[in-house]
């Protein structure tokens, strides 16, 4: 630090002098051009008189998961909300209703399939599974088996207005493949313990069991209803079973079970090809949609993956990114033209979120058929309720209680920029009676949420818009809204949102510009006037050419330099701050402590007080005890100048350089 009584600036702590006099000299400093401030190409086509810039949201059917907001009808997480059904529109889900609860006490979900307009569930249980099917009106009725040994029904198909049963038995000879012809069981094949999938192409039957332990499963298939078989794969290896089958076009796909590496195989006649081989992946599922083939399951982080076969080409459309988005199970459901798993629905573009029911005190609902007419089919899930049974649910007529969205980091294509908002204004069909919409924001990346305002029926009426203010001095580099709808009276009718408007103003950070002009004179007198400058003019002016040349950040110490150092330590939200001495300290000002610039309003000699933390865009923390105190400016020497005067003295340098400074 230089002495003030001898110099008026220092950069990087070598005092000069300033052309002028003593008490004018020759330094001008302003602020800087501000960077944001500009708005972008796309706020110049909102930009209205107030300056205010918009950020606009007319519809979410881009797909979910987007971290930063991106103008592409993306956001980044929902729940219990449609934002397919009409494009430009988020509406709340229609909720679940049990079919039949506590349906089966110590039984779980195994398979099942839809024939003959019935919708056919088999069961797994440690002793005895069992058959049922419901119809569209939701009677459902247990088949009677006969079966003594059958734990699980593994897999079924349809075949000629027959409904192959692929089991398992615990013990003896009991046939472990089997049909049922809506009248009774009828028994096929008894070979093997273990019939794990079966699957129909045209006239042909397909049929993976189990050949042993040491020699895996065995691919086999009947092309005269199961009287006589043939073998496409004695073994698959010890352990390695085929635990899946679909047919497409009349190509047969199936997944081979190593551990937790799957291989998906396909069989076109009777030539075998192995398609991919995915190193890790359980809790996998095998669907044909839409022409195409798809394997979905977890990886080794537990993220969910769905994987798409084009016959040609092996696609990745889906990794889950959200945290909060998991799944029990992972299995694919075709559902009017759609792609469904549990809380996730891909609609052959992007993938979006989808109905993530719960049983109270049980376990999630899993999608697993969709049952009923092309128009008409709805969803049906299974789960585990509260007292340990298997229970069936359905998609109901009704709404969703209440559902959100919420919108992917907005930082207005200027991210070290901070925005002062304004409004959020909120357009929507009229409410109806009870409904509602809630808007909430978080300036902390979703830590905590602020309530902004509601649109509610029964305080507003019948309202479509409305302009939401933010609390004054609302500000930050970037912003997460959080929109939740609630269902009208009876979950009858669903709050419609139809976009929003979110009004805001750059704030860019200030940083200064200075101009000053420095005398570099041979035998010069300092600011005491008795005190001369040791370095010869030529030498002041080298070290400032050099400070230009070497295009690095400079310590600057203005004419207004001040350092002390704390006299205690302090927390990140302090207002009142001691100081060891507050020596040429203007009465209000700024100062810097490490890394965090503070202003304060009031001086004392014993500190400051009404400090404002964090200011100029630097963050609060806590600092102590001796810590330096200072107004030091970060700098960057630009715009060199020389201009040579006519010297008083023979043999004497009378230089003077101009320069401009720019904060850093």
Not at 183 to 210: H, K, M, P, Q, Y
Not at 369 to 383: C, E, H, N
Request: aromatic share 10%; proline share 2%.
């Amino acid at each position: 630090m230089i002495k003030k009584s001898q110099y008026h600036i220092a950069l990087n702590g070598k005092g000069y002098l300033l052309a002028g006099s003593s008490t004018r000299p020759a330094r001008s400093m302003k602020q800087s051009p501000k960077y944001g401030e500009t708005p972008t190409e796309a706020e110049v086509q909102y930009i209205d008189t107030t300056q205010f810039f918009p950020w606009v949201q007319t519809d979410w059917s881009g797909g979910f998961q987007k971290e930063k907001w991106e103008d592409t009808a993306s956001f980044k997480l929902g729940n219990n909300i449609d934002v397919l059904k009409k494009f430009g529109e988020i509406t709340l889900q229609k909720t679940v209703k049990a079919v039949k609860d506590n349906f089966l006490t110590g039984h779980t979900f195994s398979s099942h399939c839809i024939a003959n307009n019935y919708l056919m569930v088999g069961t797994q249980h440690e002793t005895l599974a069992q058959l049922w099917y419901f119809n569209n009106a939701d009677d459902h009725y247990q088949i009677t088996t006969g079966w003594s040994a059958i734990t699980k029904v593994k897999d079924m198909a349809v075949y000629k207005e027959k409904v192959l049963l692929a089991l398992e038995r615990s013990s003896g000879s009991e046939s472990t493949l089997q049909y049922y012809d809506f009248t009774s069981i009828s028994t096929i094949r008894n070979t093997s313990d273990v019939c794990r999938a079966v699957e129909v192409i045209g006239e042909r039957i397909w049929l993976a069991e189990l050949n042993s332990t040491t020699n895996g499963d065995r691919l086999i298939y009947s092309d005269d209803g199961g009287t006589n078989w043939t073998e496409v794969i004695t073994k698959t290896g010890q352990n390695r079973q085929i635990i899946k089958m679909e047919a497409n076009y009349g190509v047969l796909y199936f997944l081979i079970q190593d551990g937790t590496k799957i291989e998906l195989w396909q069989v076109v006649d009777t030539d075998i090809t192995k398609v991919y081989s995915f190193e890790y992946l359980s809790t996998v599922d095998l669907k044909t949609h839409n022409s195409n083939i798809y394997v979905s399951g977890l990886d080794e982080d537990g993220k969910v993956m769905v994987y798409e076969w084009t016959g040609g080409q092996l696609n990745l459309l889906f990794q889950e990114k959200v945290d909060s988005l998991t799944a029990s199970s992972l299995k694919l459901v075709s559902h009017k033209g759609d792609l469904v798993l549990h809380g996730l629905v891909y609609d052959g573009q992007v993938w979006t979120t989808h109905i993530a029911a719960s049983i109270s005190g049980g376990s999630v609902l899993i999608p697993f058929a969709s049952f009923g007419t092309t128009t008409t089919g709805l969803l049906y899930f299974y789960g585990t309720g509260s007292e340990g049974a298997l229970d069936i649910y359905k998609v109901d007529t009704i709404y969703a209680a209440s559902g959100y969205y919420t919108s992917g980091a907005y930082y207005g294509n200027k991210y070290a920029i901070d925005k002062l908002y304004q409004s959020c204004v909120i357009n929507c069909k009229a409410l109806a009676a009870g409904e509602q919409i809630k808007v909430e924001y978080s300036l902390d990346n979703e830590t905590t949420w602020v309530e902004l305002g509601t649109l509610n029926h029964t305080n507003d009426g019948a309202i479509s818009k409305k302009d939401l203010v933010f609390p004054s001095g609302t500000t930050s580099r970037a912003i997460h809204l959080k929109i939740t709808l609630t269902a009208g009276t009876a979950q009858i009718t669903t709050p419609t949102l139809l976009d929003i408007a979110l009004r805001y103003k750059p704030m860019p950070e200030e940083r200064y510009t200075w101009q000053i002009t420095v005398k570099c004179l041979d035998d010069m007198y300092l600011l005491d006037q008795h005190s001369k400058e040791t370095e010869l003019g030529i030498e002041l002016r080298n070290q400032l050419l050099t400070a230009k040349e070497i295009k690095s950040v400079v310590n600057f110490e203005d004419i207004d330099f001040f350092e002390t150092a704390l006299s205690a330590d302090i927390d990140a939200d302090d207002t009142t701050i001691l100081l060891k001495n507050t020596v040429n300290m203007p009465e209000k000002g700024r100062f810097k402590i490490g890394d965090e610039w503070i202003t304060y309003t009031s001086l004392s000699d014993a500190g400051v007080e009404g400090a404002v933390r964090g200011a100029r865009g630097t963050t609060a923390t806590a600092h102590f005890t001796d810590d330096t105190v200072s107004n030091l400016y970060k700098v960057f020497v630009k715009n060199y100048q020389e201009e040579l005067r006519i010297a008083n003295e023979p043999k004497t340098e009378e230089l003077y350089v101009s320069l401009t400074l720019d904060e850093i």
